[in-house]
């Protein structure tokens, strides 16, 4: 009752909920409170949750923030979904994304952009920017996130959260809308890393209905929180404190990292050589798999349909063309193009090596340290409308966040102090399942 008057009072300004669940949340917060009354309940029990928007949940709007979806009821739960429900955690209802998860600022959903709490004329980042607004503004505990190219850790640094990217196939896509399958990851969102392990400990779990989901032994992530940091080699690169990254954000990494190297970490310079080509390399991948994922939704089976189409073709044409937004319009025409006979060579194939290349330089660099820090995005939050005329703008400012979905790696933003007023986030990259290590060394600087 307390988060659905907090939500009532200021989403509507924030606009961060698509849908708000009151009644669902309210019969699951009675049952909740009778397990804890027989003493039987499990941790998280009767804690409420937001899942975003492209988790389909059953019974309930399941939209993926565009306008295709807008009529669309899931008649199932996605994996992640049903594991937080068998806890009875009230799911307060669904957060506003960019749409199928596509864009930095949250301002190519179907409903609206959402506002950052820190300052309401600011994006809140995306795609997950409804996730971290209402976790920021504190209308719910905890939410859910996917981040196919940065879309936890951009808009948790922006709203001055904190978020995690896990290792890819450590939390099941099913019944995640597919946005680009070999990127797309689920992911916690909340006020501190002792939160993210709570939560990762449940969204952790190998699931058959996903090929990619892996069966890998769970850690204790809460136990890892308390591990003292004496030792631990901070990779430094060099490129990421170049050109393009503002001044002032620069300061509050490099004080961040200054204070680990307090508590005995130690710094170490790592190189990244192929980093420059990762957005290159994603503006071709992750489109051409979106142009595959994204045929299925043609008006026959479900989604919008077009009014009195005169064949199948103009059904197809007519639906497709009301139905997405036009940054969705424009990434299914790049990726059909990259995929073409005569270019795939030339592009399709040549950014799938330069994602090995990239993969390879984080396993070398990893080889002499334990985790690479730096900037999660060159800028705090812009103005809402700033780059909206400038997508290329908004594409490069993922330079940080895209080259760990590349390579599948787990990562985090952390907030590491405020810059004219507004949040900026510390980005951790880890190796391959070092979850519990990262958030040990989040919540040793919090
Ligand atoms: N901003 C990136 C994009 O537009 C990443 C989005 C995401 O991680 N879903 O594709």
Known sequence: EFFLARIAEHDAKLNSFITVTAEQALSVAQAADKRLARGDAPHLCGIPMAHKDIFCTDGVLTSCGSKMLANFTAPYDAHIVSQFKALDMPMLGKTNMDEFAMGSSNESSYFGAVKNPWALDAVPGGSSGGSAAAVAAGLVPFA????????????????????????????????????????????????????????????????????????????????????????????????????????????????????????????????????????????????????????????????????????????????RAEGFGIEVQKRIMLGTYALSAGYYDAYYLKAQKVRRLIQQDFLTAFEQCDVIMGPVAPTPAFKLGEKTDDPLSMYLADLYTIPVNLAGLPAMSIPAGLVQGLPVGLHLVGPYFSEAKLLNIAHQFQ
Not at 184 to 194: F, I, L, R, T, V
Request: net charge negative; hydrophobic share 40%; charged share 20%.
């Open 144 to 319: 859910t996130g996917s981040d196919t190219g940065g879309s936890i850790r951009q808009p948790a640094s922006f709203c001055g959260i904190s978020g995690l990217k896990p290792t890819y196939g450590l939390a099941s896509r099913f019944g995640m809308i597919a946005y680009a399958s070999s990127f797309d990851q689920a992911g916690p969102m909340a006020q501190s890393a002792e939160d993210l392990a709570l939560t990762l400990d449940v969204m952790h779990s190998f699931d058959m209905r996903d090929s990619t989901s892996l069966d890998q032994p769970k850690p204790d992530y809460i136990a890892a929180l308390y591990q003292p940091l004496a030792g631990l080699r901070i990779g430094v690169p060099a490129s990421y404190f170049g050109e393009g990254l503002d001044a002032e954000v620069r300061q509050v990494i490099e004080a961040a990292i200054a204070e680990y190297e307090k508590l005995g970490a130690q710094c170490v310079a790592v190189e990244l050589p192929n980093q420059a080509h990762a957005v290159a390399a994603y503006y071709i991948l992750a489109p051409a798999e979106a142009s595959s994922n994204l045929s299925r939704f043609d008006g026959v089976r479900y989604g919008h349909r077009c009014e009195n189409p005169k064949d199948l073709a103009d059904l197809y044409e007519r639906s």
